[in-house]
């Protein structure tokens, strides 16, 4: 089983809709969860990071952690064309002093005009 | 402000030569961070420091070093540049407290080798 899998899509949706980007990671012990959204040809940039259980919401972005399910996903409310990008998800293993992030190969997301 | 750079931004280089591509960041953070992005791996961690003379194999290690010698800077070298050392490399840093974990990211650089 990959450490943390997505779905690669590519994942289409109308423009005003809502995108949900889903994660799914196989450490039990895993502690720290992030959404990073990443443009063709440039860098990741955080969008949400989550912690505990629940739901997380900042603007159009709400992220969803069930560590019960070992899944995370990222829902995009209002979707616009410029959010088409490919989202990471990265998970941070069992803490400690481990600050490395395991990343997903991530999910290409179009939003159609 | 606070950043993290990359350079250079684009290197081509020939297969066998010793190639350095340089981090630097201005967060003050311990943790830096070294990862190759190629289609289909997604990002693979190559090295990673958590701090002065720290300095930690990664997942793709093999044919790269780092040194880190002070805070703020991170270099990746590959001893003998390889075709299928042909990828984007993105170095990152985060804090080891309050921040919990959160990478930033340099602009990356895209080494091509042949």
């Known amino acids: 089983q990959k450490e943390v899998e997505q779905n690669s899509g590519p994942l289409s949706v109308p423009e005003g809709a809502i995108a949900s980007l889903n994660c799914t990671y196989s450490?039990?012990?895993?502690?720290?969860f992030f959404w990073y959204r990443q443009y063709s040809g440039k860098s990741p940039e955080l969008i949400m990071s989550i912690y505990s259980n629940g739901d997380k919401e900042d603007g159009r972005f709400t992220a969803q952690l069930n560590k019960a399910s070992q899944y995370v996903s990222l829902l995009i409310r209002d979707s616009q064309p410029s959010d088409s990008a490919t989202y990471l998800c990265a998970v941070n293993k069992s803490g400690g002093s481990n600050y490395k992030l395991t990343f997903g190969k991530g999910t290409l997301l179009t939003v159609n005009p | 402000d606070a950043e993290i750079t990359q350079s250079p931004r684009h290197k081509i280089t020939e297969t066998g030569r010793q190639v350095t591509l340089a981090c630097h960041q201005t967060w003050n953070h311990n943790n830096m961070f070294w990862y190759r992005q190629d289609l289909g791996h997604g990002l693979r961690l190559i090295h990673y420091?958590?701090?002065?003379?720290?300095?930690n194999k990664g997942e793709v290690s093999d044919g790269y070093s780092v040194s880190r010698s002070n805070t703020e800077d991170l270099p990746l070298t590959l001893e003998s540049a390889a075709s299928s050392q042909t990828s984007v490399y993105f170095c990152?840093?985060?804090?080891?407290?309050?921040?919990?974990?959160?990478?930033?990211f340099g602009a990356g650089t895209r080494l091509s080798v042949l």
């Open positions: 990152a840093s985060s804090d080891a407290g309050a921040a919990k974990n959160i990478q930033y």
């Open positions: 450490d039990r012990g895993s502690q720290s």
């Open positions: 420091s958590y701090g002065v003379q720290d300095t």
